[in-house]
């Protein structure tokens, strides 16, 4: 049976819009898009290196808790508010990402939640079967 595991940050905003940061079923893991907010707090306010660095250690800890990890990444989606500023958000990306080269895209949007966030990121995660995982 494949069951649902719901994998909340405790974000305030998981509760209002009704999703969760991460779900695992059977051995799919999806992670909503991410940015750098902490508790109410944007951090590194409109720096998109820094930004895309902390969403995807944050996408990291949620794969962890939901049994997987940045080697079952086979997606993600790099959503930016400049895309002129691409090489910001691709190199932490690819700090992350190097050697695993999930399929990989990233996409300009007008804005994101606060005006202060320049970048937000989803990611899918496969998880093998001869992988295990605590």
């Known amino acids: 049976?494949?069951?649902?595991?719901?994998?909340?940050?405790?974000?305030?905003?998981?509760?209002?819009?009704?999703?969760?940061?991460?779900v695992r079923i059977?051995?799919?893991?999806?992670?909503?898009?991410?940015?750098?907010?902490?508790?109410?707090?944007?951090?590194?306010?409109?720096?998109?290196y820094k930004q895309t660095f902390f969403a995807?250690?944050?996408?990291?800890?949620?794969?962890?808790?939901?049994?997987?990890?940045?080697?079952?990444?086979?997606?993600?989606?790099?959503?930016?508010?400049?895309?002129s500023r691409w090489e910001e958000a691709g190199r932490a990306h690819g700090e992350f990402f190097r050697d695993i080269r999930p399929a990989a895209t990233m996409i300009q949007v007008s804005a994101l939640i606060r005006p202060e966030l320049v970048v937000e990121i989803e990611a899918s995660a496969i998880i093998s079967s001869s992988t295990v995982y605590p």
């Open 1 to 22: 049976m494949n069951s649902r595991k719901n994998i909340s940050s405790g974000a305030v905003w998981e509760g209002i819009v009704g999703y969760s940061r991460a």
């Open 26 to 48: 059977g051995q799919v893991v999806e992670v909503a898009g991410t940015t750098a907010v902490e508790g109410d707090e944007v951090l590194h306010p409109n720096d998109m």
């Open 56 to 83: 995807l250690q944050k996408i990291e800890k949620a794969l962890l808790e939901a049994g997987a990890s940045l080697q079952d990444v086979v997606r993600t989606r790099i959503y930016v508010t400049d895309i």
